[in-house]
């Protein structure tokens, strides 16, 4: 069944979730570039309001906790690039196809995917069915601004 702009927008509201403004790139790339059908969103990053709500490594300086929250916050920066990019129309999503996480961890911790769960936990509130993609996880030794995870994703969307 197709999502329309208001089951969307309905469902973000019924989550108690406001999108941000598309946070800008922090460097010289593209924050998303359409490839087809495809919809490609860089790499987000748990900020808000222009500040990191979490920095340091996840089993050091950031509970397993906050970095749950961490990437349900870069899951709704994932969506803003989404909306940015699809001219806030909501009906353009198909699926999430593809998360793909980055955590920074310290060197004993291991439990990346249950970090991950926040943001595909996210995707299928927000598009139900449409929101069940494949994913990667991995534990990094860093990231910038010594964030504790960095999330990008694929969607199918209709030209």
Known sequence: MKNTTADIEH???????????????????????????????????PIRDGKYDYVGRVGAEVTPQDAHRAARLCGINVLAQVKAACSADWSRVIKAVRVCGYIS?????????KVLDACSDLMFEVFGDAGKHVRT???????????????DAVFEIRA
């Open 105 to 113: 961890a310290a060197p004993d911790f291991f439990d990346f995917p």
């Open 11 to 45: 469902r973000l509201a019924t989550l108690g979730i406001t999108l941000p403004s598309a946070p800008a790139p922090a460097a010289n790339y593209l924050p998303w570039t359409l490839c087809g059908n495809q919809l490609w969103i860089a790499g987000q990053a």
């Open 137 to 151: 996880v991995m534990g990094v030794s860093g990231l910038r601004f010594n964030v504790p995870i960095v999330i």
